[in-house]
């Protein structure tokens, strides 16, 4: 999947990097004396999230769905996309929903998780 974001063409990748990146932003933290540890479980709380259509959560994966690019648009650069009224926002949901579904590392999760 690609969006266009700043003029640029970025590509999103949806595999086991991308929830690795998600997990290190958005994970379950637990802190136990002062030890903070990350126990993931990002893209479980994120499925719900997006199919209630929270754009807050969209933006958080769109950014980390973008690793892979060599000039990673920054986190400000993914909200003002979204913000954008040009940007269809509808059909990015439907469309980050779909690539999900497809992708073999997050299929599973996205298909037995509901709203």
């Known amino acids: 999947m690609q969006i266009k974001v700043n003029n640029k063409d970025v590509n999103l990748n949806f595999g ?8 290190r932003k958005n994970g379950m933290t637990l802190d136990i004396k ?5 126990f993931g479980m990002a893209l479980t709380k994120a499925v719900p999230a997006l199919r ?23 986190q400000s650069d993914i909200d ?3 913000d954008d ?4 926002i509808d059909k990015l949901f439907d469309d980050v929903t779909k690539e999900l579904k ?14």
């Open 16 to 23: 086991v990097r991308f929830i690795r990146e998600l997990d």
């Open 34 to 38: 002062g030890v903070e540890q990350n």
């Open 80 to 82: 003002a996309y979204l």
């Open 102 to 115: 497809s992708s073999n590392a997050a299929r599973i999760a996205t298909k037995n998780l509901k709203a």
């Open 52 to 74: 209630s259509y929270d754009v807050a959560v969209l933006a958080d994966l769109l950014y980390c769905a973008a690793w892979d690019n060599r000039e990673r648009p920054s």
């Open 85 to 88: 009224e040009k940007t269809n």
